[in-house]
């Protein structure tokens, strides 16, 4: 999903396409910017927390509608920051959530790596 200043997506759109990426992808990363363009060093964080350990995950770019991708996603983690994280359908955290993982060794099982 690329940056579009005046999108045309509704809150029905945006729900849709959250509750697809959360059900789709073992790991899903909705983030400001893209994994080439990160557009807040949070979001960059997370892309390199997780890629140390998953070559194959799923971004979500939240710009194109932001007011509607926060409420979204708070309905599914209870949070409303960007950047945030899910595996296997459940909430994991932000870049600080990973990072801390990454601190304590945990990481790697947390993002199903075995």
């Known amino acids: 999903m690329t940056f579009q200043p005046e999108s045309d997506m509704d809150e029905d759109a945006v729900r849709d396409r959250v509750d697809e990426a959360i059900a789709d992808n ?3 990363l909705f983030m400001k910017g893209n994994r080439l363009m990160p557009q807040c060093g949070y979001s960059q964080r997370a892309i390199e927390l997780i890629s ?3 070559e ?3 971004t979500v770019d939240v710009l194109s509608a932001l007011p509607a991708y926060r ?3 708070a309905d599914h983690s209870g949070w409303e920051t960007i950047p945030q994280t899910f595996v296997d359908g459940e ?3 932000g870049s600080d959530v990973l990072a801390e993982l ?3 060794g945990e990481l790697a099982a947390e993002l199903g790596v075995e």
């Open 71 to 73: 409420e979204a996603l």
């Open 102 to 104: 990454e601190e304590r």
């Open 52 to 54: 140390a350990h998953v």
């Open 26 to 28: 073992d790991v899903v």
């Open 56 to 58: 194959e995950f799923e």
């Open 91 to 93: 909430f994991v955290g």
